[in-house]
C-alpha cells in the first residue's frame, strides 16, 4: 500500500487549504484512513480520521470545526479541507492507512501504533 500526500503550502492566518492523499498498490483491504502532523520539535500527533466502512469522522480538539475529512467514493482518495488556519497548525502532515476496524471499535484511532501505513508528508506553514 502506497500513500501520497499533497496540497500542502504557505497560507496566511485564517486561510484555507486541502489536502489530498491518494492510495495506490492497494494489495490488502483498507478500514480506515486519517490524519497527523509534527511541528518543528514536537511528537506527531492526531488530527483527523474517517472509517471507510461507516463514513464516521474523527477529530482533535484543536481542529473539530475548522478542518473536516472526506473521502472520493473508489475510497482511493482522502481528503482534509482545513481552515481558519492558525500558525500553530503549521506542520508536516502526514496521511495514514489502518486496516483494521479495532481503531474505531475501542477508541484508540488517536494514536499513531494503530495505523499500518503512511504517506511523506506535505508542508504546511501558516503565516501569521
Known amino acids: 500500500v502506497q500513500l501520497q500526500a499533497s496540497g500542502g503550502g504557505l497560507v496566511q492566518a485564517g486561510g484555507s487549504l486541502e489536502l489530498s492523499c491518494t492510495v495506490s498498490?492497494?494489495?490488502?483491504?483498507?478500514?480506515?484512513l486519517g490524519w497527523f502532523r509534527q511541528g518543528l520539535g514536537k511528537e506527531r500527533e492526531f488530527v483527523a480520521t474517517i472509517s471507510l466502512s461507516t463514513d464516521s469522522t474523527y477529530y482533535a480538539d484543536s481542529v473539530r470545526g475548522r478542518f473536516t475529512i472526506s473521502r472520493d467514493n473508489a475510497q482511493t482518495t482522502v481528503y482534509l479541507r482545513t481552515s481558519s488556519l492558525k500558525p500553530e497548525d503549521t506542520a508536516v502532515y502526514y496521511c495514514?492507512?489502518?486496516?483494521?476496524?479495532?481503531?474505531?471499535?475501542?477508541?484508540?484511532?488517536?494514536?499513531?501504533?494503530?495505523?499500518?501505513?503512511w504517506g511523506q508528508g506535505t508542508q504546511v506553514t501558516v503565516s501569521s
Open positions: 495514514a492507512a489502518t486496516r483494521s476496524m479495532n481503531p474505531y471499535r475501542t477508541g484508540r484511532y488517536k494514536l499513531r501504533g494503530e495505523y499500518d501505513y
Open positions: 498498490e492497494r494489495t490488502v483491504r483498507i478500514a480506515g
